[in-house]
């Protein structure tokens, strides 16, 4: 299993991104896969999950802002990341379970500044 993140980058404050996460190796539509985020000096924040059916749960910096979702057949899963804020500054990993084990991408880096 490889998970390939991109989309990261630099964008003023109030402006979009939208993050990739994608899988290769297998067929993921049944696992979970979540976004984290992390600055430097703290742990990992959860941003973001979403099971294999599709439902998808926020943590409470992504609420009302981002917005996960997936394609199935591209084994790709994205985050949708609206009205960024300085404080949404920070390395973007996405993670993937399944079948008890747990994958991680290597992180996108998305800077919001002015």
Known sequence: VQLQASGGGLVQPGGSLRLSCAASGSNFASNTMSWFRQTRGKERELVATMIGSGAANYGD????????????????????????????????????????????????LVTVSS
């Open 61 to 108: 910096p992504a609420k009302g802002r981002f917005t996960m979702s997936r394609d199935k057949a591209k084994n790709t899963w994205y985050l949708q990341m609206n009205n960024l804020e300085p404080e949404d500054t920070a390395v973007y990993f996405c993670k993937l379970l399944r079948r008890g084990n747990i994958y991680w991408g290597q992180g996108t």
